[in-house]
Nanobody, 123 residues
Framework: QLVESGGGLVQAGGSLRLSCAASGRTFSNYGVGWFRQVPGKEREFVAAISWNDRSTYYGDSVKGRFSISRDNAKKTVYLQMNSLQSEDTAVYYC??????????????????WGQGAQVTVSS
């Protein structure tokens, strides 16, 4: 089970940090990614972190602004979002898949999903 937190309302140029807390004993064996979706649009890949070497991969629209990290002891993955823009407004979902790298996460549909967290950036 995945539970997102940390969403909210922020002004353009501001920052937010999303957290994705997982339950289960084998969290370290899972690649984890963040995706986002705006109503009426397709889901967009945001960022992912590998299960093994913590390598990361980012969508083009967030490179240089967002950073993904994980703390396996806390079974939590974080998405630090800086320099937020109105175009970043969306529902953000974390997702996990066993033994998956960040690059693989970008082009697949992960097995497990959180309920989503709303991020709203006001201009």
């Amino acid at each position: 089970q995945l539970v997102e937190s940390g969403g909210g309302l922020v002004q353009a140029g501001g920052s937010l940090r999303l957290s994705c807390a997982a339950s289960g004993r084998t969290f370290s064996n899972y690649g984890v990614g963040w995706f986002r979706q705006v109503p009426g649009k397709e889901r967009e890949f945001v960022a992912a972190i590998s299960w093994n070497d913590r390598s990361t991969y980012y969508g083009d629209s967030v490179k240089g602004r967002f950073s993904i990290s994980r703390d396996n002891a806390k079974k939590t993955v974080y998405l630090q979002m800086n320099s937020l823009q109105s175009e970043d407004t969306a529902v953000y979902y974390c997702a996990a898949n066993p033994l998956t790298t960040a690059q693989e996460m970008r082009v697949m549909t992960p097995r497990s999903w959180g309920q989503g967290a709303q991020v709203t950036v006001s201009s």
